[in-house]
């Protein structure tokens, strides 16, 4: 069994390294001693998700249902300081990870020895002296906490917390405490495990990347790759798998047949069907399936296979036959209550444009053209269910046709594919272009920031952009811009900045406004969330504008305009 403290120690390890390299080593080191002295098919899985920040797999619905004021109850009442205080802390570091080890240093020894906690059996136990948590006792009580439901579970997870808080040193604390809020803030992203995975257990990084765009948890993956079985993953028909994603092109990349369809602006879905069951899930793998009680009948009906994982767009259609802005889908999706009401309000189209498992056969390593063969031949069309339309072509004034078809339509432009190209789950390549009008950028004004995480602690890691009312003479919000931006640049950036702070609370800044960043994006949203009432989507930074005044920034009129407003 290995303690939480070898985790915790090797994450404040991580937190003062600056090389992926350094920490990827670090994370290897981690794993391989697991798989040496610990319990390697538990504790292996745990880890690898751990040190990401998450405590179940990506593809699970499984969720903690812990906000932060749980969280301070629980770290008041390990601590014995009052919850005001644990408040303050959290203001004063701006981390609960911090608030945590500070509050269980600080924390008075008399008050902590007298709370009671729960056992795993759910009785009320004195903690014993002296005890240490391992990596596996902190997942267990995760998931009874994920699981505690009903009367008394707030009660009930408050415990388990306090049983974690209680028996953790301060150092073991302040991962905790970043667990339970599923961020972790050391910089880890799913390529750093990859590779660690492959470098501590010997294994080729493509193998372990393409078992974890199949299976999509990076603790199987772990796991398999420790008893050398990664070329055994496949796909499983109700668990999904990563979508292959499109990169930005032009007619100019078309120098073979290409095969054109419509890009719909809509939202994607990957549909799980076996026999009767079928299972629905969103772009980022969420299982949407109850809110789409339409799209499911229309499956168990229209699809005369047995067994398929197929991959689409959903579409709303409004009125006039346009189709409706995307927040009206999510309408449909993040939908609990009413839905059948909402079914009839919102109607939805599927547009299926690929397959990548048929009766048993994975079909991930056959072209396009074979996949789309075996899609035309399983679906029995219907006028809110067909397959995409496509054209096989090499003549660009052709897919310029089609491209302007789908825009007097209402939608966002056409795929490039290439027919001959074999499906890449979760990668983003040539083999799916994105043709779409490019975006006018927009002139924003920076008015506040963010501290970095981790290695980029030290640097401003995101920007707040706003843009100007000429009306009031204000700056209204409208978003914030992290991407776009090398490390080269974010320490240029930060140094700009610095004379710029009027004052700061935790890892949140507020800037004088005095710099214009020009700003490309995907699309202006309708936000309740920013004082200007909109909101980008995929916001990049393409340069700063030093030849302007932040009241030469873009009007929020300007905005209104491009958002079609
Ligand atoms: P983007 O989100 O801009 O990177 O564009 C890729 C997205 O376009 C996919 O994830 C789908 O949601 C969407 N899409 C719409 N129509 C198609 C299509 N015919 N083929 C593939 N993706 C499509």
Not at 180 to 205: C, M, N
Not at 364 to 382: F, G, K, S, T, Y
Not at 539 to 565: H, I, Q
Request: glycine share 8%; aromatic share 8%.
């Amino acid at each position: 069994m290995t303690s939480f403290k070898e985790f915790a120690d090797a994450c404040e390890t991580i937190e003062g390294i600056a090389s992926s390299l350094e920490m990827t080593t670090v994370v290897s080191s981690l794993l391989r001693r697991i798989s040496e002295f610990g319990d390697p098919d538990t504790e292996l899985a745990i880890v690898s998700r751990f040190i990401m920040g998450r405590v179940f797999p990506d593809w699970s619905d499984v969720e903690l249902g812990v906000g932060p004021s749980l969280l301070y109850d629980a770290i008041s009442r390990a601590s014995g300081l009052p919850v005001t205080r644990i408040k303050q802390l959290v203001r004063e570091t701006g981390d609960v990870g911090e608030t945590a080890k500070v509050a269980l240093e600080k924390g008075d020894e008399a008050s902590k020895s007298q709370t009671t906690f729960l056992d795993f059996t759910g009785a009320d136990t004195a903690p014993a002296a002296g005890l240490t948590i391992t990596i596996a006792d902190v997942f267990e009580r995760m998931n009874s906490i994920a699981h505690a439901s009903g009367k008394g579970s707030q009660q009930t997870k408050v415990k388990h917390l306090q049983y974690l808080f209680g028996t953790a040193s301060p150092v073991e604390s302040k991962y905790l405490a970043r667990i339970v809020l599923e961020e972790l803030r050391i910089g880890i992203g799913e390529g750093v495990v990859r590779d660690a995975i492959a470098q501590a257990f010997s294994e080729d990084v493509g193998e372990v990347e393409r078992a974890y765009m199949l299976i999509n948890d990076l603790g199987e993956v772990s796991v398999t790759a420790l008893h050398h079985d990664l070329d055994a993953v496949a796909i499983m028909i109700g668990r999904p798998i990563k979508p292959m994603l499109a990169q930005l092109g032009s007619f100019d990349d078309i120098i073979a047949v290409y095969a054109i369809e419509w890009k719909f602006d809509g939202t994607r879905v990957q549909i799980h069907k076996d026999g009767d069951c079928v299972r629905i899930f969103s772009r980022r793998l969420e299982d949407v399936t109850n809110s789409l009680p339409d799209i499911v009948k229309l499956v168990k009906s229209r699809i005369t296979a047995n067994q398929a994982i197929l991959d689409g767009e959903v579409v709303a259609v409004g009125a006039e036959g346009k189709p409706l802005a995307f927040q009206e889908i999510l309408k449909r999706f993040r939908r609990k209550y009413d839905i059948s009401a909402m079914v009839q309000k919102i109607p939805l189209y599927l547009n299926l444009f690929d397959i990548v498992y048929l009766d048993g056969v994975s079909l991930i390593d056959e072209d396009l053209r074979a996949r789309r063969a075996r899609l035309e031949e399983i679906v029995a069309q219907h006028k809110q269910f067909s397959v995409a339309e496509q054209v096989l072509t090499d003549d660009p004034a052709i897919a310029h046709a089609v491209y302007q078809a789908a825009l007097d339509a209402g939608h966002e432009g056409v795929m490039l594919k290439n027919p001959d190209s074999l499906y890449s789950p979760g990668k983003r390549g040539k083999n799916w272009l994105k043709v779409k009008p490019i975006m006018e950028t927009l002139d924003l004004v920076v008015v506040g920031a963010d501290w970095g995480e981790g290695r980029r602690a030290n640097l401003i890691g995101s920007y707040l952009l706003a843009c100007y009312d000429t009306d009031t003479g204000e700056f209204l919000e409208i978003g914030r811009v992290g991407t776009g931006i090398t490390d080269e640049q974010l320490a240029e950036l930060t140094e700009l900045f610095s004379q710029y702070i009027i004052s700061e609370v935790g890892s949140a800044i507020e800037l004088q406004p005095a710099v214009v960043f020009e700003i490309v994006y995907e699309e202006i949203q309708k936000s309740k969330h920013y004082a200007s009432g909109y909101a980008l989507r995929f916001p990049r930074l393409v340069r700063v504008r030093f030849d302007k005044m932040p009241e030469d920034a873009d009007t929020v009129e300007r905005v209104e305009r491009l958002a079609g407003g």
